[in-house]
C-alpha cells in the first residue's frame, strides 16, 4: 500500500483528492495547505508520493515546495494545476516533476499519472541500487589490486636491493681474490710449478667479475622501456673486435669482417655493445682450434627492414637439441659443454628488446659438428 | 715513495692495499673504515698523505661525503675512488674525485693511476 500526502490550500479540493486516492487504492498520510507545510510534513511523514497544487498562497507555491522537496528527499512530486500556460509549465518542467495533471482532473488519470511516478521511483531505485552495488564492487577491486601492486612494488624492490647489495659485496670479496691471485703472480720467487694453479683460480675469479657484471645488464634489460636511438654498427663491431681480441689474448684470433659501407644504422642503445661482444666472444671461447677463425658480415633481410649481422665460427657446434636452449639460462645448466653463463640469455633479452631476433644455424647446413652462424636481425636505424 | 691513505669498510681490502702498495715501494700510512673515521684522520694528519683511497659504500658517512668534507679542510687533497658502484662515477668526479676506478680493479690499473696524479701533483708544486 503506497502513502500519498496531498497538498492543497482549498481544503474542499483536498478532501475530495483525499477521497478519490482512497478509492483508487491508496493510503493518504495526511494534507498540507502550504508550499512550506508540505515540506516539513513530507520530512515529517516520509509519504511514497506528493500530489501537490502549484498555486497556494505563503512564500513558497508548489513549484518551489517541490524543487526542495526533490532536492532533500527522495520522494516523487507531481504538481497539480487549474492553469497551464507557458510560464508556468516551463518553470514547473524545470523542478523535474514525476507528473503533471490538469484540474479539473479525471480519477483514471490521476490514476495512471500516480501509478506511472511510483513505478518511475521504483525503476530508479533499482537502478540505483545495482549502480551502488557496482561501485562498490568496484572500489573494493581497486582495493585489492592497489593492494597487491603495493606488495608488488615492494617486492620487487627488496629484490633489487638484494641483487644490489650482493653485486655489491661479491665484487668486494671477489676484489679480495683477485688481487691476491694477481700479487702471487708477480712475487719473484713463487715457485713456476703453482703458477698454472694460480692462473686457473685468476681466470674463474675474471669470471665472477663478468658474471656479476652481466646480471647488472640482464636486470636493466628486464625492467624494460629502455630509451632506444640509432646507432652505427660500422665502429661499433671494429671495437668490439678489439676488445675481444685483447681479453681472448691468450689464443690466436683471425676476425674477418667486411662491411660494404661505413654506416649501417640500426635502433638501439649502448647495451648492443654488450651483445655483439658476448656472441663474438663465446665464439672464441669454445673453439679449441688455433688460430680461432670468425668471419662477421651484415646484410640485408629480405624485406629490407632489417639488417642482418651473422658470427660465423668454427668451433664445436650447437646440435640441433640445443639451438633454442644455448639462448635459455635455465635449461642448460648441466651442459658444461655448451654453457656460457649469463652471455647468450643477455643477447637474447636484450635483442628482443630492441624488437631484433638472434638465432643460431650451422656454419655449414646439415653439418653442425663444422661450427656455429650466430645470426642477429636488428631494426634499421 | 707514494704515501697512501686507504678508506674502506672492508678490512680484506687494506691488507690488499698495504701488499700491492708496499711491494711497488709505495706506503700506507694510514686506514680508516667509514667515512666519518676518514674525514677525522685527515685533519689530525700531517704531513697529509699524497693518495686517498676512497670506497664510496661506506657506514656513518659514504664516500661522497668524506670526499666533500676533506676538500673543505684540504683543498690539495688528491682522493681517488675506488668502488664496486659505478653509477656514482660523475657525483664522485664532480665532488672533486680525481679519479674513479672500477672494483673488480687490476693492480695495473691502481698503480697507473696512482703514479699518473702523484705524477701530476709533483709537477705542479715544482711549477709553484
Known amino acids: 500500500m503506497k502513502?500519498?500526502?496531498?497538498?492543497?490550500?482549498?481544503?474542499?479540493?483536498?478532501?475530495?483528492?483525499?477521497?478519490?486516492?482512497?478509492?483508487?487504492?491508496?493510503?493518504?498520510?495526511?494534507?498540507?495547505?502550504?508550499?512550506?507545510?508540505?515540506?516539513?510534513?513530507?520530512?515529517?511523514?516520509?509519504?511514497?508520493?506528493?500530489?501537490?497544487?502549484?498555486?497556494?498562497?505563503?512564500?513558497?507555491?508548489?513549484?518551489?515546495?517541490?524543487?526542495?522537496?526533490?532536492?532533500?528527499?527522495?520522494?516523487?512530486?507531481?504538481?497539480?494545476?487549474?492553469?497551464?500556460?507557458?510560464?508556468?509549465?516551463?518553470r514547473a518542467k524545470s523542478v523535474k516533476p514525476s507528473g503533471y495533471i490538469l484540474k479539473p482532473y479525471d480519477k483514471r488519470e490521476v490514476r495512471a499519472v500516480v501509478e506511472m511516478a511510483l513505478y518511475k521511483k521504483e525503476a530508479e531505485r533499482k537502478l540505483q541500487r545495482v549502480h551502488d552495488e557496482l561501485e562498490n564492487r568496484v572500489s573494493e577491486r581497486t582495493a585489492e589490486l592497489t593492494k597487491i601492486n603495493e606488495q608488488l612494488t615492494y617486492e620487487r624492490d627488496r629484490a633489487e636491493f638484494l641483487a644490489d647489495l650482493l653485486r655489491h659485496d661479491i665484487n668486494n670479496l671477489n676484489q679480495g681474490i683477485f688481487s691476491s691471485m694477481e700479487l702471487l703472480l708477480v712475487l719473484p720467487d713463487f715457485p713456476d710449478q703453482f703458477k698454472d694453479t694460480v692462473r686457473t683460480a685468476f681466470v674463474q675469479s675474471e669470471c665472477i667479475t663478468k658474471l656479476i657484471e652481466r646480471m647488472h645488464i640482464l636486470s636493466k634489460v628486464q625492467k624494460r622501456g629502455m630509451a632506444l636511438r640509432t646507432i652505427n654498427i660500422v665502429p661499433l663491431l671494429t671495437r668490439v673486435i678489439d676488445k675481444v681480441k685483447k681479453s681472448c689474448f691468450q689464443k690466436e684470433l683471425e676476425i674477418s669482417y667486411n662491411f660494404a659501407v661505413n654506416e649501417i644504422t640500426v635502433r638501439g642503445n649502448e647495451l648492443l655493445e654488450d651483445v655483439f661482444y658476448n656472441i663474438l666472444e663465446n665464439a672464441v671461447k669454445y673453439s679449441r682450434r688455433n688460430p680461432v677463425r670468425v668471419d662477421v658480415t651484415v646484410g640485408v633481410v629480405e624485406d629490407g627492414g632489417y639488417w642482418k649481422i651473422?658470427?660465423?665460427?668454427?668451433?664445436?657446434?650447437?646440435?640441433?637439441?640445443?639451438?633454442?636452449?644455448?639462448?635459455?639460462?635455465?635449461?642448460?645448466?648441466?651442459?658444461?659443454?655448451?654453457?656460457?653463463?649469463?652471455g647468450l640469455t643477455l643477447v637474447k633479452e636484450i635483442v628482443e628488446e630492441f624488437s631484433g631476433t638472434v638465432w643460431v644455424e650451422d656454419r655449414i647446413k646439415g653439418d653442425w659438428m663444422k661450427g656455429s652462424n650466430f645470426i642477429v636481425t636488428l631494426p634499421k636505424g | 715513495m707514494v704515501t697512501v691513505f686507504v678508506v674502506d669498510d672492508e678490512p680484506v681490502l687494506h691488507e690488499i692495499y698495504y701488499?700491492?702498495?708496499?711491494?711497488?715501494?709505495?706506503?700506507?700510512?694510514?686506514?680508516?673504515?667509514?667515512?666519518?673515521?676518514?674525514?677525522?684522520?685527515?685533519?689530525?694528519?700531517?704531513?697529509?698523505?699524497?693518495?686517498?683511497?676512497?670506497?664510496?659504500?661506506?657506514?656513518?658517512?659514504?664516500?661522497?661525503?668524506?670526499?666533500?668534507?676533506?676538500?673543505?679542510?684540504?683543498?690539495?687533497?688528491?682522493?681517488?675512488?675506488?668502488?664496486?658502484?659505478?653509477?656514482?662515477?660523475?657525483?664522485?668526479?664532480?665532488?672533486?674525485?680525481?679519479?674513479?676506478?672500477?672494483?673488480?680493479?687490476?693492480?695495473?690499473?691502481?698503480l697507473t693511476c696512482i703514479e699518473h696524479i702523484v705524477q701530476e701533483k709533483r709537477k705542479t708544486e715544482s711549477e709553484i
Open chain 2, 19 to 110: 701488499r700491492m702498495l708496499s711491494y711497488n715501494g709505495d706506503s700506507v700510512i694510514a686506514h680508516a673504515y667509514d667515512g666519518e673515521e676518514a674525514v677525522n684522520r685527515y685533519k689530525q694528519m700531517n704531513p697529509k698523505p699524497d693518495i686517498i683511497l676512497m670506497d664510496y659504500r661506506m657506514p656513518v658517512k659514504n664516500g661522497i661525503e668524506a670526499t666533500e668534507k676533506i676538500l673543505q679542510v684540504d683543498a690539495n687533497a688528491k682522493i681517488v675512488f675506488v668502488s664496486a658502484d659505478i653509477a656514482v662515477k660523475k657525483a664522485a668526479i664532480a665532488t672533486g674525485a680525481c679519479s674513479f676506478i672500477a672494483k673488480t680493479f687490476t693492480r695495473e690499473e691502481l
Open chain 1, 3 to 90: 502513502n500519498i500526502l496531498v497538498v492543497d490550500d482549498e481544503s474542499i479540493i483536498a478532501l475530495n483528492l483525499e477521497e478519490d486516492l482512497k478509492e483508487l487504492g491508496y493510503e493518504t498520510v495526511g494534507i498540507a495547505s502550504s508550499g512550506e507545510q508540505a515540506i516539513e510534513k513530507a520530512r515529517e511523514l516520509r509519504p511514497d508520493l506528493i500530489l501537490m497544487d502549484i498555486a497556494m498562497p505563503g512564500e513558497k507555491d508548489g513549484i518551489d515546495a517541490a524543487e526542495a522537496i526533490t532536492a532533500e528527499l527522495d520522494i516523487p512530486v507531481i504538481l497539480l494545476t487549474a492553469y497551464a500556460d507557458e510560464e508556468l509549465i516551463k
Open chain 1, 310 to 342: 651473422e658470427f660465423k665460427d668454427r668451433g664445436p657446434g650447437v646440435p640441433e637439441e640445443l639451438k633454442d636452449t644455448v639462448f635459455r639460462r635455465m635449461e642448460h645448466l648441466d651442459r658444461k659443454e655448451f654453457a656460457t653463463g649469463l
